[in-house]
């Protein structure tokens, strides 16, 4: 089943498809298990990512719970890239702080 994989690319182009560029895609217990969100960048999240406030107040980050990370994980055929020690899905970092 690919229903997390295509939830995230879902999100991901709806965000480009409105201007909103994409920060991260973060594994994080605050995401509700079974949805895909992506959610604007509370200040906290903003400046540590060191945007500037025009870049922060349009971007957003993809919240996945670990249940679904991990699901995400064992779909067939999903590769996660790697750029500079950067954990990629899609193109966009991907931060598992778990």
Do not use: N, W
Request: proline share 6%.
């Amino acid at each position: 089943m690919k229903h997390v994989s295509e939830a995230i690319r879902r999100e991901i182009d709806q965000a480009r498809g409105g201007d909103r560029p994409v920060a991260s895609v973060r594994v994080t217990e605050s995401a509700l298990p079974g949805t895909v969100a992506a959610v604007s960048l509370s200040p906290e999240r903003a400046e540590s990512l060191r945007l500037d406030a025009r870049l922060a107040e349009a971007a957003v980050e993809i919240l996945v719970h670990p249940d679904d990370y991990a699901e995400l994980l064992e779909e067939p055929g999903l590769e996660l890239g790697e750029d500079s020690g950067v954990r990629r899905v899609f193109g966009v970092p991907l931060i598992d702080a778990l």
